[in-house]
């Protein structure tokens, strides 16, 4: 069962507002609804209305397990809004005349970033923040000619950091801190996971099938190479085919310790340790989950079956089925939590830690900016690339067009957590949520905001789904 618990904060320098206390009653009875329809463990919401932050709140839990509240002051990361934040850093640079919008950024570069290629020294800062350089996801090759077309890239941002970082002699997280964090008063906000902020930081939740099955099917890859390799060592040794319970086990431990290295190898490497714990905590108890029940049965069917070859068909299946059951009951078992531990690898992509009420301080610099210079805040919003005909993209930001006037937007989607953060700078609304579901429902936050803010934003729906092909 979710917990729930309400911790309203409505912003003190307002007078009641008929309009705004019907909105922020029907969200205090219908976010607690939609969490327990859609098993959402925990959310978090701030509102604008007149220009202004009129609410903020925490509902539900941050971890599943310790039954956790959320409160106002809750820390979620907000994964590719992290991308938006990067940009404006970028655009305080370029007023501070350290970066251009107009030059290659290949120019600013002391040691190159990308290898050599025809469109290398072609791409410029208006690319790489309006996701239109033609770098690719997951390398840096370059597809197309910059600035020709839209493709959705946290590589752009990752040269990016490397420009910014090289040009000023600052880290990311230096840089954040000096441009945006400690004008805005975002004191709790970081792209780094600081050890003092570790207690205030949700946790991810994901369902339990994925760690269960990666498990089992890494841990079964290792034993059966480990078991031929055995075989083959018992073979050459003895002559025979013929395997002692004893070594079995031995092979089981090999098979389990290289499943663990693999997992702190690769995830660690990736600045995802809290997984490689999740996952081996999760196999370390399905496997023995799967021993005790597995030579249960094979005691049981010792006595029973006298039948050699009967003995192995049927402990076979036996495991077979073990493995179904152990694969069906994780599949029921939602919201398993991600711990959390300090990390000071920062991506300029994806890796900010904030409270909903912090980013809407963001959000609004950037509708109402104070400290970008009214001719950079005009280019952040002016479309660069077009995608749809109610959809561009500015220098950070998403652009949707509506009978409301224009919203800036963006969406974040990690493996254990959902936001969105939409503003319309002419109408003065706005609402950011933060939730700590897992991607296999990535609506949740949106349709938490369109229920705040109205049916304007349902275009994002599409848009905020990676498969979502722009060109048709």
Known sequence: MIFLQSTSLVHPVYCSDPDIDTVIADLQTFIPEYMRSHNVPGVGISLVKNGRIVYYDGFGVSNSIKKTPVTA??????????????????????????????????????????????????????????????????????????????????????????????????????????????????????????????????????????????????????????????????????????????????????????FIFVMFFYLGKSSLIEFAYLFSVTGVISLIFFLLLFYAGKRFMQKAIQQRWVHKVVLTVWAIFLITIIGFISSKVRNVPVPVFPDYNVSAAGTVRTSPEELTRFMMELAYPKYLSSETSQYLRTPKIRLSDNLSWGMGPGILYTDKGYALWQWGQHIDFQSIMVIFPDEGSGVVVCTNNDMLNPDVALEIAERAIGKEIEPLRAAIHLEYDYSE
């Not at 002391?110 to 290398?120: A, D, G, I, M, V």
């Open 73 to 258: 002051n809750t820390l979620f990361e907000v994964a590719s809004i992290s991308k938006v934040i990067t940009a404006y850093i970028a655009l305080r640079l370029v007023d501070e005349g350290k970066l251009s919008t107009d030059k290659p950024l290949h120019c600013f570069l002391k040691e190159e970033w990308l290898p050599p290629s025809q469109f290398r020294d072609s791409i410029k800062l208006t690319h790489v923040l309006s996701h239109s350089s033609g770098l690719s996801k997951t390398s840096r090759e370059i597809m197309f000619k910059p600035g020709t077309a839209y493709y959705y890239s946290a590589n752009g941002f990752n040269l990016t950091k490397e420009v910014m970082e090289q040009v000023t002699g600052e880290t990311l997280e230096e840089l954040a801190t000096r441009l945006v964090f400690e004008p805005l008063g975002m004191k709790n906000s970081s792209f780094a996971r600081r050890d003092d902020l570790v207690n205030t930081t949700s946790n991810g939740h994901i369902r339990a099938i994925l760690p269960v099955a990666l498990s089992i099917i890494l841990f079964s890859a290792n034993f059966l190479v480990i078991l031929l390799i055995g075989l083959l060592i018992i073979r050459f040794r003895t002559k025979s085919w013929r395997i002692r319970q004893s070594q079995i086990f031995i092979f089981i431990v090999l098979a389990f310790l290289i």
